[in-house]
């Protein structure tokens, strides 16, 4: 499996609200970072990151990139409420697991 399809079936994972499917992803050294989260490990990131995707109306994957760093992510979502982001991630995989996800915010589309 390369590292965008591990990626791939993360977000799978998130979309589906699959945590057993997530859990085998992230590696148990596992780190998440965003504007609203310091490096938080992969418990918390599971019981308060991942039972989020009910917000979303939409979301959809716009361009994966396999770099040195590790994937980057762009992708655009929709809130129920109607507004739309776009957000970039830049996650590193070691072997088929997920070690760390960097996630930085951007703004309003549309």
Same mark, same amino acid.
């Given at each position: 499996? @390369?590292?965008?399809?591990?990626?791939?079936?993360?977000?799978?994972? #998130?979309?589906?609200?699959?945590?057993?499917? $997530? +859990? &085998?992803?992230?590696?148990?050294?596992?780190?998440? @970072?965003?504007?609203?989260?310091?490096?938080?490990?992969?418990?918390? #990131?599971?019981?308060?990151?991942?039972?989020? $995707? +009910? &917000?979303?109306?939409?979301?959809?994957?716009?361009?994966?990139?396999?770099?040195?760093?590790?994937?980057?992510?762009?992708?655009?979502?929709?809130?129920?409420?109607?507004?739309?982001? &776009?957000?970039?991630?830049?996650?590193?995989?070691?072997?088929?697991?997920?070690?760390?996800?960097?996630?930085?915010?951007?703004?309003?589309?549309?």
């Amino acid at each position: 499996m @390369t590292d965008i399809d591990t990626v791939r079936a993360a977000v799978d994972a #998130y979309q589906r609200q699959d945590a057993v499917a $997530a +859990d &085998r992803l992230f590696a148990p050294d596992f780190v998440f @970072t965003s504007p609203q989260d310091d490096h938080i490990d992969k418990a918390t #990131y599971l019981k308060v990151c991942f039972p989020t $995707a +009910d &917000r979303f109306s939409d979301f959809e994957s716009l361009e994966m990139v396999e770099t040195d760093n590790g994937v980057l992510s762009l992708y655009e979502y929709e809130l129920k409420d109607g507004s739309r982001f &776009r957000n970039v991630e830049l996650t590193r995989v070691r072997g088929d697991l997920i070690v760390e996800v960097q996630v930085y915010f951007g703004g309003r589309v549309g």
